[in-house]
């Protein structure tokens, strides 16, 4: 007999992006309605977010849209951050600093080139317990025979020698696409984990050439490496949690000659995740791939969440094909969601 109900603690979601702006003004209340109530934001803004004050602010922008969210907030590593910064941050509740390669995604042309030059920065995140995030992809490059689709695995070196040179700080691998991924954060040790996206425990490569809402970096990989998501999910492995990346942009930027890149999942995390693992026979892992995993990674207790559970039932609900809103010009813009106009068999039983 296949479960109806499943009533969960409201999720964490450890890899969100809420822009700024109209844009930020839009997708920012989606956040709770989706099922989600802390909500780990990425700082590549622009300017992107580098800053003690600079993240606190974004941090009261965010709450006056979505009071009943609890937001952690990172900064942006960049050559102008100091060992003296990440001790202020540390102090001001900043949970963790996010490393871009330079030009690999959404607005990371001041990302890093070698991560040598900010081993100091490292040493001070490690002393006060900071946590570092990266995007674990190398630049394309043809003559090394490099692209999309091994950046990711070509990078994982490097996260192997950041964990051996620092082997107390914690670091996160974000949105891993590739079994090689997996391996290599379940062979490191105790402080290195992994963030899992809705989309990609869903796409393969096919499901995105050519179709440019499902386009997003890094790119969805083989079957293979979707088969080795789904089954560290399923085996609900405490390394692993989630983290949707999910990544809100205009209609007409993503309809493009050259379209940006990001999935949109915030106003239906749950619904996804529900849809999604049960096709995997994953549902019972749910709950510790979604609300406990990251939490204990984080240190973050189990009482500092809000006590209000969310009950999903068995009833079918259709995506939208678009979220509307009006840009800082005035003009009306939309934001198309992942798995737009389908209907997903499982819906909040009430509204967020």
């Known amino acids: 007999m296949s479960v109806t109900t499943l009533e969960l603690p409201l999720l964490d979601d450890f890899h969100v992006h809420l822009r700024q702006d109209a844009l930020m003004r839009a997708v920012t209340p989606h956040v709770l309605k989706g099922g989600v109530k802390t909500a780990y934001v990425m700082p590549n803004l622009k300017p992107p977010v580098t800053t003690t004050e600079r993240a606190l602010a974004y941090k009261a922008d965010l709450e006056k849209l979505a009071p009943g969210v609890e937001f952690l907030m990172t900064l942006y590593l960049v050559p102008e951050l100091t060992p003296e910064e990440i001790k202020k941050a540390a102090k001001a509740g900043i949970k963790g600093v996010k490393s871009y390669p330079r030009g690999v995604t959404t607005n990371s042309d001041s990302g890093i080139e070698s991560y040598t030059a900010y081993y100091k920065v490292f040493e001070a995140m490690q002393e006060v317990d900071m946590v570092l995030?990266?995007?674990?992809?190398?630049?394309?490059?043809?003559?090394?025979?490099?692209?999309?689709?091994?950046?990711?695995?070509?990078?994982?070196?490097?996260?192997?020698?950041?964990?051996?040179?620092?082997?107390?700080?914690?670091?996160?691998?974000?949105?891993?696409?590739?079994?090689?991924?997996?391996?290599?954060?379940?062979?490191?040790?105790?402080?290195?984990?992994?963030?899992?996206?809705?989309?990609?425990?869903?796409?393969?490569?096919?499901?995105?050439?050519?179709?440019?809402?499902?386009?997003?970096?890094?790119?969805?990989?083989?079957?293979?490496?979707?088969?080795?998501?789904?089954?560290?999910?399923?085996?609900?492995?405490?390394?692993?949690?989630?983290?949707?990346d999910s990544a809100p942009h205009p209609r007409h930027t993503k309809e493009s000659s050259t379209s940006v890149a990001g999935v949109y999942t915030t106003p239906l995390v749950l619904p996804y995740l529900a849809t999604i693992l049960e096709s995997f026979d994953a549902l019972s892992s749910l709950r510790a791939f979604a609300c406990e995993n990251g939490r204990r990674f984080y240190k973050l207790e189990a009482g500092s969440r809000n006590a209000h559970s969310v009950t999903l039932v068995r009833q079918e609900y259709s995506v939208p094909a678009e979220y509307e809103f009006f840009d800082d010009d005035g003009n009306a813009r939309s934001v198309v969601p992942f798995m737009a106009g389908k209907r997903l068999p499982w819906s909040l039983k009430e509204s967020l």
């Open 133 to 244: 995030n990266l995007h674990g992809e190398i630049p394309s490059d043809p003559e090394n025979d490099v692209c999309v689709m091994n950046a990711e695995e070509k990078f994982l070196k490097h996260l192997k020698q950041l964990h051996e040179d620092f082997p107390k700080l914690r670091i996160v691998l974000e949105h891993a696409t590739t079994k090689a991924a997996v391996d290599m954060v379940k062979s490191l040790g105790p402080t290195v984990a992994c963030s899992i996206t809705v989309h990609h425990l869903s796409l393969i490569v096919d499901d995105w050439a050519g179709q440019c809402h499902h386009f997003c970096k890094p790119v969805a990989k083989y079957p293979h490496d979707r088969d080795a998501l789904r089954a560290v999910v399923k085996e609900a492995h405490p390394k692993f949690f989630l983290g949707t």
